[in-house]
């Protein structure tokens, strides 16, 4: 088999460019939840509950998603549906925190993005 | 859009997502329960234009059904390959314009792919999905949906043609993009199954009218006839 030279320098550049800030669910997902989100996503009478059944107040609860499906596929930020709303990718009206909340910081979004491509795991 | 549409490689790109995306079209089953049975589920091509035809009966309400399909604004729910959504506003009342960017994988390429639809009733009430060339990275396509109430259940039938303006590789894209696909709109089936029946066991009723959807002030001109 032929070596080219190039391609183990390739292959680390792009495993090192694919490497993120390790993010705590802890400390980095939990408060922004709690202060964000956790308003209309908590049972019995948040309206994000009713509407879908999705409780933001519990790792457990933002794994299981909504009555309709999981919102997370972990290491895949793109297609998790938790990031698609959370960037404003499925239009303005289901954009993430909604009602009076205001949307997330760039920063923020940053950190659920790099948590989910993470694992979302529960850290 | 960027660079030439005519001609374009399915790039792989070192990120997780499209990892995952390729191991999930190879190893993806639904991973909820299903009651759907599933009729017929075709793709074929020819000539560089993709023939796919599904068909299932759904234990599901025909109006519900419905619902979940013409509930633009959340469209995102029926696939876990659409990246991105957003309903465009025309000046008719009776046709509504989707924008979907799609992640589009054969084997293990995988790209974003983007495609703006012009959805409307029909008047035998099936729903007709027509893609704006102008505005896609396809040169043509066309989806009915046809909804049929059944006395237990409903029967879904989804025909469509798709011409896509990227390139494929003809030896093993085609039967890789065919295989996705099929598996795609399999699971799109169940979903819409799943969602259906949950709306219809809980009695719910969306928001979902052109009126109340997030909308957006196209530039197209309005066509008088």
Known sequence: MKLY??????????????????????????????????????????????AIGLELDSYDGVIKGTIYGPIIIAGDSRRSILNMLVEGRAGRRECMPGQSQQGLSDKKIGLFSDWVNQGALKN | MSGPRSIRLLVPICNARFIAAAVASIFFQPSFSVAYELNRAEVTENNGIFQIIVSATLDAPAEYIRQVLTDYRNIYRLSSSIVETEVIETCRRDETQVRTKILACASVFCREVEKVETVRALDSGDLQARIVPEQSEFRSGLAIWKITAMDYGSELEYAATLEPEFYIPPVVGVPAIRSSLKAEFITTVARIEKIASINAERDWSEEHALADADVKKTDLPCNKN
Do not use: F, N
């Open chain 1, 5 to 50: 030279p190039l391609q183990p320098m390739l292959l680390v550049i792009m495993l090192t460019s694919c490497a993120a800030h390790k993010v705590s669910y802890q400390h980095d997902i939990a408060p922004v939840l709690e202060s964000q989100c956790v308003e209309c996503h908590s049972s019995p009478d948040g309206s994000g509950y009713r």
